[in-house]
């Protein structure tokens, strides 16, 4: 296997972009990326999506996105994997480059939710659920992450205002991010006092619906150099399942499929979790990033909580998780977000994050999933 | 890059399948080709489906099959090319297993249909067109493939009866075949009265809505000895797109996306055109195989149809196309058909294909595409 790099990314301001189609906002992205690169063709195309169907009534993406780039017959592949569907692009273009078939490979992801009523996306996002068994129940997904929340808070002491802490955490890092959503500051007592969904998560637990896409380019590690911006090479990918309903998990509060391909990601950098400098992660939910850091391996089963309250997950601690604003603040299109996760990896390895921009970060990590952790993918970023 | 083969193929029964979901579906072909293959484990998924989102409400299928089918926390992916999804599934599992990256992986493509409406299958299918140029304008699959004939008609000279005959050579093929929905023969007469749907097409022009799955076993081509069935190795894999719209296209009647795909594959496979001994094809409407024959190069441009009223592409001729019935006669649920293709292949060159065996084929090849054309995938297979 070749060794894989990037060498562009881009991203366009996220939110309720009602004056443009899925098609516009992913070529506008596109192109982005392909201008940060500075490359002069690319061989193929890998984006993810999840549900562009239910959203929007058109599949068939890979045609769509190629003819509206100007790229035919440039190969185009759509994946899907739920909110975890930018991360398997990634996945899919690293394949692809590693194996030497292709060598300029564009690798997207798009998700334009706001076309449809709010109870339409509610229902679109639920089918990463089990729909026979959890959908055909009424529940959705503020609903799950409730379950496991309330199992966290039972197990292990969680609090409250520990969750809360997640999402003001990542609204302070999201007020520095300009193409963020939200990009502004909360409260511990907003969240409080914000709208019960489902108890105990609030409103202001909850990533929001959001268009965007995210794209990046991939080279040979080895090709890299030819091109002008420092690149940055994916020293690992982990990919893992797990059952998609929640009902057939041995341990609500705990997401094996992150554990096992963090575990296969690092292996195959060669790194422990420890070496990492910072991560962005998949806080649908702010028990979501709660659980993924101990996941990660970040602090020990049940501590994730209490990191957040002592600023270990802080932009100034030990291990930074989403400078970004993460899905709660930067938003959640979601079959953009692990796309996205490794723009903000490569800006921050690059020093281009600006007022959020780790010190001395040399290796990042991204970790997105699907559902209630039906799927994972984990990749591990180092500056070259 | 590590050369592949299959070593293990699994189809069921295609038809209406009411008794069975979308999952048993899968699960029950996935498994009958890990049992003809042998193996005791598989490393990876890649699967097609083109939108259980729209036909059954359920997105996330990676998650949801390795669930069923017992293997997390296997990593599994889910590609989407409308109706080249099997065929764009076979190509990622083969790029896979090309890089390295995993020595066993099952390949599978999947879908249902008949969960819902005609008119809600309409416009499932549908979104395989350009929603906001076509779709909107109450185009539908068969009037833009109607289009597709006239232009053909007026061109070259087909004739109406040579697009039935193309119905008749596939029933009479998949009348051998078992697992085909539409086992038994039809006549010209039959097909020339029957019902008009976009003229000159007529409903035995057309592939029918279908519930099926396909599944296949790839490894390293250095390794399928260990298995027990004699291993075919995919010498070739191509892809290329085109325009979603067909108002975009130089000329209705060509399929530009189908003659790249097949030059790239080949040229990999090192091969020529003539080399090849079976052909599957990408028969969703009569007029389809015609013009797929062209753009493969068995027959020069506007030779089609006069192909098939001489017999060339018939089971006893020179180039036979669509042995197993083609979509036609066996059917066409869309996501599962590509890697249907490989199956009939496989099974092919293992002399294991009963009725419709091709004498001495030693070479086959699949062409699956999306749409109009808008995406195609060829692949190139060998008999070890």
């Not at 509610?122 to 729909?131: E, I, P, R, V």
């Not at 409080?192 to 794209?215: E, K, Q």
């Not at 040399?362 to 039906?374: A, E, H, S």
Request: hydrophobic share 40%; net charge negative.
């Amino acid at each position: 296997m070749r060794d894989v790099a990037v060498i562009g990314v881009g991203m366009t301001k996220w939110g309720e972009l009602w004056d443009k189609s899925l098609r516009t906002i992913f070529v506008e992205t596109a192109l982005l990326a392909i201008e940060d690169a500075g490359v002069d063709h690319i061989d193929s195309m890998v984006f993810g999506c999840m549900s562009s169907g239910l959203f929007v009534g058109q599949e068939h993406l890979a045609s769509l996105l190629s003819d509206y780039l100007g790229k035919n017959p440039v190969p185009a592949a759509r994946v899907e994997s739920a909110c975890s569907s930018g991360g398997l692009a990634l996945r899919q273009g690293f394949i692809e480059v590693a194996s030497g078939l292709s060598d300029i490979v564009l690798v997207g992801g798009v998700e334009k939710m706001t076309d449809v009523t709010g109870c339409e996306a509610t229902y679109a996002l639920g089918t990463a659920a089990d729909q026979e068994y959890e959908g055909y129940h009424g529940l959705t997904f503020p609903a799950l992450y409730a379950m496991m929340a309330v199992a966290h808070m039972h197990q292990h002491g969680t609090t409250r205002e520990q969750l809360a802490m997640v999402a003001v955490k990542n609204h302070d890092n999201g007020s520095k991010n300009p193409l963020a959503q939200f990009p502004f500051r909360i409260t511990v007592d907003a969240v409080l006092n914000s709208v019960l969904v489902a108890d105990p998560l609030r409103i202001l637990d909850c990533s929001p619906i959001t268009d965007g896409a995210a794209a990046v380019i991939l080279c040979p590690a080895g090709m890299a150099g030819k091109w002008k911006k420092p690149a940055v090479r994916i020293a690992g990918s982990g990919q893992a399942t797990d059952t998609i309903a929640l009902s057939s998990r041995k341990d609500l509060s705990w997401i094996e499929s992150t554990h096992i391909a963090a575990q296969k990601a690092l292996k195959m950098a060669g790194r422990k979790i420890e070496d990492i400098d910072l991560f962005e992660v998949h806080d649908c939910f702010t028990i979501a990033e709660i659980c993924v850091t101990e996941a990660l391996g970040i602090v020990k089963k049940g501590q994730g909580g209490r990191a957040v309250e002592e600023g270990l997950t802080s932009l100034q601690g030990k291990f930074p998780v989403n400078p970004s604003g993460g899905l709660k603040a930067k938003g959640h299109p979601v079959g953009a977000t692990g796309v996205a996760q490794a723009v903000e990896i490569v800006k921050q390895l690059r020093g281009e994050a600006g007022a959020r921009q780790v010190k001395n970060a040399k290796r990042g990590l991204t970790q997105n999933m699907g559902g209630t952790g039906g799927s994972s993918l984990v990749h591990v970023f180092e500056a070259e």
